[in-house]
């Protein structure tokens, strides 16, 4: 199974700026994820990440507003652009879970989240 | 397209005793998954069982158990002999196809001691 590193684990940011995310892997993956998650709310996707290509993204996601990097097959960055208060969430990347008792395409396991609160 | 709908925003339960958690979907895919992930305070989410639709038998790990209905498009989440380390969120998620992985809005469960 993968181990998924995020930083920063939290951030407060002010209207207007800019944020990125990282997300490490400690193994190589094929395709990362990136979800946000709004408060009370559930786990929504915001796009995936291939190694060598664009993002794709979801519906009602932009890549102005949520570029993506993946320069390589461990790594990746989401950057939370021109934020506003509405950008406050958790923001998760995830991978596809490899090996162990729930083996198999589509089982992801994800990283701690970045808390973002914008002011 | 895939709906998830979680109809318990919060639940409670006493420590050791058991809790059910309900979880309803609805996908036009003829072969899916289901999953229920825990998201801990921490915020780590867990993978904590995984469901094909294929299979009759409901997947059982360890105190945590499915009661999947497929007619009925239920996939609930027993959790027996409840530990306070269960405390968290759960979510229920499908996939199935092409589709891409739909969560539910979750569920609060408080154990109490």
């Known amino acids: 199974s993968a181990v998924i590193s995020q930083k920063p684990s939290r951030d407060i940011c002010q209207r207007g700026t800019s944020l990125t995310i990282q997300c490490q892997v400690d193994?190589?993956?094929?395709?990362m994820f990136w979800y946000r998650q709004q408060p009370g709310q559930s786990l929504t996707l915001i796009a995936t990440?291939?190694?060598?290509?664009?993002?794709?993204?979801e519906s009602g996601f932009v890549i102005d507003k949520f570029p993506i990097s993946r320069p390589n097959l461990t790594f990746s960055t989401l950057t939370v652009s021109n934020m506003s208060p509405e950008d406050s969430s958790i923001y998760l990347c995830?991978?596809?879970?490899?090996?162990?008792?729930?083996?198999?395409?589509?089982?992801?396991?994800f990283g701690a989240g970045s808390r973002l609160t914008v002011l | 397209a895939q709906t998830v709908t979680q109809s318990q925003p919060e639940m409670s339960v006493q420590e050791a005793e058991t809790v059910t958690l309900s979880c309803t979907y609805d996908?036009?895919?003829?072969?899916?998954?289901l999953f229920w992930y825990k998201q801990p305070p921490s915020r780590q989410m867990i993978l904590v069982i995984r469901?094909?639709?294929?299979?009759?038998q409901n997947a059982t790990e360890n105190r945590f158990s499915v009661n999947f209905q497929k007619a009925a498009k239920s996939f609930s989440l027993k959790i027996s002999d409840s530990q306070l380390g269960d405390a968290a969120m759960y979510f229920c998620?499908?996939?199935?196809?092409?589709?891409?992985?739909?969560f539910g809005k979750g569920t609060k469960l408080t154990v109490n001691p």
């Open positions: 996908t036009s895919e003829s072969d899916y998954y």
């Open positions: 990440a291939n190694q060598g290509s664009e993002a794709t993204y």
């Open positions: 998620a499908t996939q199935g196809g092409s589709e891409k992985l739909v």
């Open positions: 469901q094909e639709a294929y299979k009759q």
């Open positions: 995830s991978v596809e879970l490899r090996g162990g008792k729930f083996s198999g395409a589509n089982v992801l396991t």
């Open positions: 193994s190589q993956v094929t395709m």
